[in-house]
């Protein structure tokens, strides 16, 4: 079961081996967020006051066999910009439709995959709704859907667990192809974002009778994109880093843990959806969150989070510079209905800010504020 949970980790395919473990596996929610900027963020012609957006993901798990497990995810998204000196701006429509199909290659060590999206979701945007998008992928934010719609890809990949004493060593990789499409309504020229590939490796294990020790790294290799054939600068590659603790105290579960993600390459560019403003740049991160058994089928999730984020602003200038902070903290409830379903509810705050980017510089800070609230349903069978 350790090694499985390590596949788990490296190759996030949690669906997937849970409905190997109980059967057919559906989840949705219904999640709101929404974040106030309280001098404006400047978004083309307009500043930006605030942001808010609506999510309701929907995926489903089904054994294929004793070791085969299908997974399928779509959704629908909403998101709303409130502006200074321009109306109001919404974007409504489905997510794109992801599906994965996995094979338990060796039950407990080896677990291999292809996956990719039809792209039902928002693809193509007009030229005035590009801000809302950047903004959308903002890490200090953290939208729970930082995208809403691509090309599609197709892809595929495995992951690996041996055990070495208590402890379980792993290694996976992924490979991800995305399909050329239109980003901006009447502009000529197909994007064809660059193919990845990603590795991955991870270790976990005991260090005592009640504290448990993960570990994981990740290398991301992207192409360089195509722009109407033509090859234009990508995203870089990025470098990830994760490690937590967990500490048994009584009948709770502390758990702490700080990731890094570290993306090189610095961009600053005329791309096919505007001016993007890809920096070299870095993220760190570190939380703690406290699992307390209420009952039976209730527990309590408490938890906190604080971001901190660098970007080089320009080719020329590439000394990394804050780019913002956040600082995010709330709980989940967990209830369980009866042994095949369960409602969480969630809900958190955050404060923070972010620094105005343009004319290839880190400008003005903009402080923001906001929150989340979510009701995740969550169905075995």
């Not at 794109?96 to 693809?123: C, K, M, Y």
């Not at 901190?308 to 320009?314: D, E, G, Q």
């Amino acid at each position: 079961m350790r090694r499985l949970t390590l596949c788990l980790i490296l190759l996030a395919t949690t669906a997937s081996v849970a409905s190997a473990q109980v059967g057919s596996y559906g989840r949705t929610a219904v999640i709101f967020e929404r974040y106030v900027f309280d001098d404006g963020l400047t978004l083309g012609n307009a500043d930006l006051t605030a942001i808010s957006e609506l999510t309701i993901p929907v995926g489903v798990t089904i054994p294929m066999g004793r070791f085969v497990d299908l997974a399928i995810s779509s959704g629908f998204a909403r998101v709303q910009l409130e502006r200074m000196g321009a109306g109001d701006q919404t974007i409504t429509g489905a997510l794109d439709t992801e599906a994965r199909l996995s094979w338990q290659a060796i039950p407990g060590n080896l677990i291999v995959f292809v996956s990719g999206a039809i792209p039902t979701g928002i693809e193509t945007v007009r030229q005035e709704e590009l801000g809302a998008l950047s903004l959308l992928a903002s890490d200090i934010v953290g939208f729970s859907s930082a995208t809403l719609g691509t090309g599609g890809n197709v892809g595929g990949g495995f992951a690996g667990a041996i055990p070495v004493g208590t402890w379980a060593i792993g290694l996976g990789g992924t490979f991800r192809e995305p399909l050329a499409y239109s980003p901006v309504a009447g502009q000529d020229g197909d994007l064809k974002p660059g193919r990845e590939l990603r590795l991955r490796t991870g270790a976990e294990g005991p260090l005592g009778v009640r504290t448990y020790l993960r570990v994981a790294g990740i290398v991301a290799l992207r192409a360089k994109d195509e722009l109407a054939s033509t090859t234009a600068n990508g995203v870089g590659n990025r470098y990830m880093g994760y490690v937590s603790l967990d500490q048994s105290v009584a009948n709770a579960s502390l758990t702490f843990y700080v990731y890094d993600v570290y993306r090189s390459n610095p961009r600053v560019e005329e791309t096919a959806v505007g001016t993007g403003v890809l920096p070299r740049s870095n993220l760190l991160a570190g939380g703690a969150r406290v699992s307390i058994p209420v009952g039976p089928r209730t527990g309590l999730v408490p938890r906190i989070e604080f971001r901190n984020s660098w970007a080089a602003p320009s080719e020329m200038n590439t000394r990394l510079r804050t780019a913002g902070r956040s600082l995010r903290f709330g709980a989940d409830w967990r209830q369980g209905v009866h042994d095949h379903f369960a409602i969480v509810i969630q809900g958190e705050g955050v404060v923070g800010f972010v620094r105005q980017i343009g004319d290839q510089q880190l400008g003005s800070r903009v402080d923001l504020r906001g929150f989340r609230a979510a009701l995740h349903f969550e169905i075995t069978r």
